[in-house]
Structure formats: structure tokens, C-alpha cells
């Protein structure tokens, strides 16, 4: 064999390497990815219950309420084009108010609400996610 077709032979190895360690990260980041939504997005995808996302938007001012177990809060989340009623089982971050930037982390329950397992809140009055200003930016309901 001429060191020509070896040097290819090399680099055909190389590239099946690259391409199949590229494959397998895809692979395993496909069951940990979780795709952020805006309301309106979240109803338009139609994504599956149990689906773990991110869904970000504004806290609906008067929705937040505990429930009577005491440890649970329900609340809505708008992009002022859509709500999605979300509950989360836990401490609520001191920043977490109605009328703020929240993201939540969880999954689509079965009845079209969410179920949260972390909530994020904004850092200070002109702070927003950057997920949530982009994805109200885009549907055109951020405010200035």
C-alpha cells in the first residue's frame, strides 16, 4: 500500500470517528435536552405530557395561590398572548413575585398545565431571562 492510500485511509478513520462521537453526544443529549417554550409556543407545539421543557413568561399578576397542602403554589404564566397554569411543589425563590420573569423547569401534565420542578426568578426590576425578552420579542408582547 502506497503512503498515499494510507494517509487516506487514515483520514476516512478519523472523520467514522468524528462523525460517530458526534452521533453518540446527540444521542445522549437528546434524553437531556430541555427545549424552552413561551406559552403561546408551548400551545402551538402540542408537546407530549411528561415532556420535560423549560417554560418561561411573565408571573399573571393575581394568579398566585397556595394551595391547601401548604407547600404547594399554583400560578400563571402569560407571554400576553397565552397563560399556562403551572404548580410547583417547594420553596419559591425570594425574587418570585406576580408581574416578574419567571422560567420554570418541568414537565406538561396531562391536562395541558405544567408541573414544575424548578423555578426561576429575575434578578432585579429590569433584569428578564434572556429566553423569555427573545421569545417575547419575537410574538411582539414584550414591553418597553
Known amino acids: 500500500m502506497k503512503a498515499k492510500h494510507q494517509r487516506l485511509t487514515l483520514v476516512l478513520l478519523a472523520v ?3 462523525v460517530g462521537a458526534a452521533l453518540l453526544a446527540m444521542s445522549a443529549l437528546k434524553d437531556q435536552a430541555a427545549f424552552f417554550y413561551a406559552p403561546a409556543d408551548l400551545r402551538a407545539a ?3 405530557a411528561g415532556t420535560p421543557i423549560r417554560l418561561g413568561g411573565m408571573v399573571q399578576t393575581g394568579s398566585v395561590r397556595k394551595l391547601p397542602d401548604g407547600v404547594t403554589t399554583a400560578f400563571v404564566v402569560t407571554d400576553n398572548r397565552d397563560t399556562v397554569p403551572v404548580t410547583y411543589r417547594g420553596i419559591l425563590p425570594d425574587l418570585f413575585r406576580e408581574g ?3 422560567v420554570a423547569e418541568g414537565r406538561v ?3 395541558g ?3 414544575a420542578d424548578t423555578i426561576l426568578a429575575k434578578h432585579d426590576e429590569r433584569y428578564m ?3 423569555v425578552a ?5 410574538t411582539e408582547t414584550l414591553e418597553k
Request: charged letters at 10%.
Open 16 to 18: 467514522a470517528a468524528v
Open 46 to 48: 402540542n408537546v407530549a
Open 100 to 102: 416578574s420573569g419567571v
Open 109 to 111: 401534565s396531562a391536562d
Open 113 to 115: 398545565g405544567f408541573v
Open 129 to 131: 431571562p434572556p429566553q
Open 134 to 138: 427573545g421569545a417575547m420579542h419575537k
